[in-house]
Nanobody, 122 residues
Framework: QVQLVESGGGLVQAGGSLRLSCAAS????????MGWFRQAPGKEREFVAA???????YYAGSVKGRFAISRDNTKNTVYLQMNSLKPEDTAVYYC????????????????WGQGTQVTVSS
């Protein structure tokens, strides 16, 4: 069992930056692929970024070049650095853990955090 706790969300102006963190419990964190997803009001949950156990990274086209995912296995934590934020980035951001290979579809992930709200004002 893995428990995930996100933090770092908040209100920011367009063009600003935020860094989300996701702390994981468990001793096998380094073997999990980790992902970030988001869900805006009235919309389906969508893939944002993912990182494999070997640090390969993947991004949605809408955030590529602006967001960066990273992990620190010594702290059991995955990060999402978000730069040049836009109002359309406003959503609840979720962290997820995948026991298998890294994936961009939410159905592949086994564990989810409770989410953290990110609001970008224009």
């Amino acid at each position: 069992q893995v428990q995930l706790v996100e933090s770092g969300g908040g209100l920011v102006q367009a063009g600003g930056s935020l860094r989300l963190s996701c702390a994981a419990s468990g001793r096998t964190f380094s073997s999990y692929a980790m992902g970030w997803f988001r869900q805006a009001p009235g919309k389906e949950r969508e893939f944002v970024a993912a990182i494999s156990w070997s640090d390969d990274t993947y991004y949605a086209g809408s955030v590529k070049g602006r967001f960066a995912i990273s992990r620190d296995n010594t702290k059991n934590t995955v990060y999402l650095q978000m730069n040049s934020l836009k109002p359309e980035d406003t959503a609840v951001y979720y962290c997820a853990a995948d026991q298998g290979v890294v994936a961009t579809n939410s159905g592949a992930y086994d564990y989810w955090g409770q989410g953290t709200q990110v609001t970008v004002s224009s």
